[in-house]
């Protein structure tokens, strides 16, 4: 069974910046798009940013300029670096994926991690 965790909210002030981690584990054969997500209470959950297997990028436009996505296919992970956050920003992050789970090429399904809370706060 495949999993995503994620690693690295927390508390920041405006202008700060932060570091989100997502590791995919489990039985996979390959990675294909990876991504972060937000949500917050009362609105729908948002793509923040993701990331293809081939490291083509596509951001929101409320954090390009400010966010960046990378990847690391060897660990499996992917990596969100924030700076200048602003209050918005706050939020539950989630990581997203596609994974192949199983030996057939189209065995590709979508997993979520459990979120990581971000606060922007003075």
């Known amino acids: 069974q495949a999993q995503l965790v994620e690693s690295g909210g927390g508390l920041v002030q405006p202008g700060g910046s932060l570091r989100l981690s997502c590791t995919a584990s489990g039985t996979i054969y390959s990675i294909r798009t990876m991504g972060w997500y937000r949500q917050t209470p009362g609105k729908q959950r948002e793509l923040v940013a993701d990331?293809?297997?081939?490291?083509?990028?596509n951001y929101a436009d409320s954090v390009k300029g400010r966010f960046t996505i990378s990847r690391d296919n060897a660990r499996n992970t992917v990596h969100l670096q924030m700076n200048s956050l602003k209050p918005d920003d706050a939020a539950v992050y989630y990581c997203?994926?596609?994974?192949?789970?199983?030996?057939?090429?189209?065995?590709?399904?979508?997993?979520w991690g459990q979120g990581t809370q971000v606060t922007v706060s003075s």
């Open positions: 990331i293809t297997d081939g490291g083509s990028t």
């Open positions: 997203n994926a596609d994974l192949q789970t199983g030996w057939k090429s189209y065995s590709v399904y979508n997993y």
